[in-house]
T-cell receptor, first 111, second 113 residues
Framework: GESVGLHLPTLSVQEGDNSIINCAYS??????FIWYKQESGKGPQFIID?????DKRQGQRVTVLLNKTVKHLSLQIAATQPGDSAVYFCAERTGRRALTFGSGTRLQVQP | DSGVTQTPKHLITATGQRVTLRCSPR?????VYWYQQSLDQGLQFLIQ???????AKGNILERFSAQQFPDLHSELNLSSLELGDSALYFC????????????FGPGTRLLVL
């Protein structure tokens, strides 16, 4: 499959461990944030979102934390599985503007 | 499968040529977005259409244009192609009232030789 961002920061974890992927955003006026997962050769896949009036949101095996004070977003994946290996992007939105994507983090899950 | 379809999956062409990429949004979605993903630049927003009309423009070159048709499918036209236009081109769609939640298609990989 195609490679995306050959020089992306990489997080390597053992299968079964928890993963934490971090993202710093720049616009303090951003009011909506999304995490996407992109597997090799595929389009970005929606994982979870959070609005700026929240600081935590949980999904199935995933949790997103938002710290507006330091403009930081994180994605926590519980009990990481080999199928979680992918590139993860955070994206932010301000008002009705288009999404602005971060540069991505590659997650490698070691069996 | 997000429900967004894109054709073709791969496209190889020469510099100076013109190509058209096609996108069909998810059923019921009115918004269509186009993105370019290069190896060294991540996802770059190009343009958004809503129900046939242009709504937002990003870093789209003048050589590129897009449109959304009455049946809501969209086409991205790339002309006078250069080597640097080689990239993955993604289309995304979003449902009415939830425009911030975008669902991406599988992409078209363009290689300009």
């Amino acid at each position: 499959g195609e490679s995306v961002g050959l020089h992306l920061p990489t997080l390597s974890v053992q299968e079964g461990d928890n993963s934490i992927i971090n993202c710093a955003y720049s616009n303090s006026a951003s009011d909506y944030f999304i995490w996407y997962k992109q597997e090799s050769g595929k389009g970005p896949q929606f994982i979870i979102d959070i609005r700026s009036n929240m600081d935590k949101r949980q999904g199935q095996r995933v949790t997103v934390l938002l710290n507006k004070t330091v403009k930081h977003l994180s994605l926590q994946i519980a009990a990481t599985q080999p199928g979680d290996s992918a590139v993860y992007f955070c994206a932010e939105r301000t008002g009705r503007r288009a999404l602005t994507f971060g540069s991505g983090t590659r997650l490698q899950v070691q069996p | 499968d997000s429900g967004v379809t894109q054709t073709p999956k791969h496209l190889i062409t020469a510099t100076g040529q013109r190509v058209t990429l096609r996108c069909s949004p998810r059923s019921g979605d009115l918004s269509v977005y186009w993105y370019q993903q290069s190896l060294d630049q991540g996802l770059q927003f190009l343009i958004q259409y809503y129900n046939g009309e242009e709504r937002a423009k990003g870093n789209i070159l003048e050589r590129f244009s897009a449109q959304q048709f009455p049946d809501l499918h969209s086409e991205l036209n790339l002309s006078s192609l250069e080597l640097g236009d080689s990239a993955l081109y993604f289309c995304a769609s979003s449902p009415p009232g939830r425009e911030e939640t975008q669902y991406f298609g599988p992409g078209t990989r363009l290689l300009v030789l």
